[in-house]
């Protein structure tokens, strides 16, 4: 299975290496009991950035319609060549645009080959079993294409700001990460993983955009402010797990998303680009049909 987004295969690639996380020392069985050492600080990332614009907001919004034109096309051909499946991770602060990028990117494609999935916090069910149960029963299907809105990572993240597992658990839970997702690359599935990274001040104004908004009043939550408290311990939380999970076969892209056009842009381009380099091809046609004529 080729690493999705290997530097060496374009010049697409070399460009999101100053938006990726540096590879820490990987989570290995005798530093499983050890608690994490390494961190990513999202300061070092300007969420203000548009490294991928092409110049002007009209521009960028044109360009995104025509990436999602050409999406579908690839999504099309993906679904017929069945010879892949392709895990898009979308994680971000509350109101960092992960429903908006659904929409945005993957909104053309077809139903019937693109799943989202939202997740929320578990049910009693759900936390009857191991945090990673869950997830499996909704990885993609050969041919599909399946979106997470918040994922996983959740289980890295809400625990560990609260207190709620030791650090000893959280180092467990990043190496079950990484041997959970190697598994399914091993196993046919593209994994791509995008954080959507917006500043504080940003956050605020969408916040209160939805309390001053009638359509978006049942977007809020007072849950919502609660976390917003916390947001230094969140920060320090995405660092770690981004040093720790950031490998060659789910690659993390650090996405500056206070422009949701140039959000959507960029893993729009990532995208096409990773789909464009899979040699997809429509499976070969039954030679029993070569010559049939329809009446």
């Known amino acids: 299975m080729p690493f999705p987004l290997d530097p060496s295969k374009s010049s697409l690639m070399q460009r999101l290496l100053p938006w990726q996380p540096a590879t820490a020392e ?28 092409l110049g002007d907001k009209a521009q960028d919004k044109a ?18 060549d069945k010879r892949y499946k ?13 429903d908006g990028t659904i929409r945005g990117v ?3 494609m077809s139903a019937l080959g693109v799943h989202a999935v939202g997740w929320k916090a578990p049910t009693e069910t759900e936390r009857a079993h191991d945090y990673l ?25 809400v625990p560990v700001v609260n207190g709620w597992i030791t650090p000893e658990q959280h180092q467990q ?3 079950h990460i990484n041997d959970f997702e190697r598994m399914l690359s091993e ?17 605020r104004e969408r916040l209160q955009e939805r309390l001053d908004d009638p359509a978006k009043h049942w977007k809020f939550s007072m849950g919502d402010i609660e976390v917003r408290k916390q947001w230094a311990q969140y920060q320090d939380a995405y660092g770690t ?30 995208l096409r680009e990773v789909l464009q380099k899979l040699d997809l091809r429509y499976p070969a046609g039954d030679p029993a049909l070569a010559g049939f004529t329809v009446k």
């Open 187 to 203: 196993t046919g599935t593209i994994v791509l993983k995008f954080l959507l990274h917006i500043g504080f001040d940003e956050q």
């Open 133 to 157: 149960w869950r997830i499996h029963q909704q990885v993609p299907q050969a041919g599909d294409i399946t979106v997470f809105n918040r994922s996983h990572y959740e289980d890295v993240l």
């Open 106 to 108: 993957f909104g053309r």
């Open 173 to 175: 839970r990043l190496a």
């Open 241 to 270: 797990l981004l040093a720790a999970t950031h490998t060659p076969w789910a690659p993390w892209t650090i996405v500056p998303a206070n422009s949701k056009t140039h959000r959507n842009l960029m893993i729009a381009t990532v």
């Open 86 to 98: 392709l895990l898009v991770v979308l994680q971000g602060t509350d109101t960092s645009g992960k």
């Open 26 to 53: 990987p989570a290995t069985e005798e530093r499983r009991r050890e608690p994490p050492r390494h961190t990513v600080s999202l300061e070092d990332f300007d969420p203000g950035a548009k490294p991928f614009s």
């Open 63 to 80: 360009a995104v319609e025509d990436l999602a034109v050409e999406l579908d096309g690839l999504q099309n051909l993906f679904y017929a």
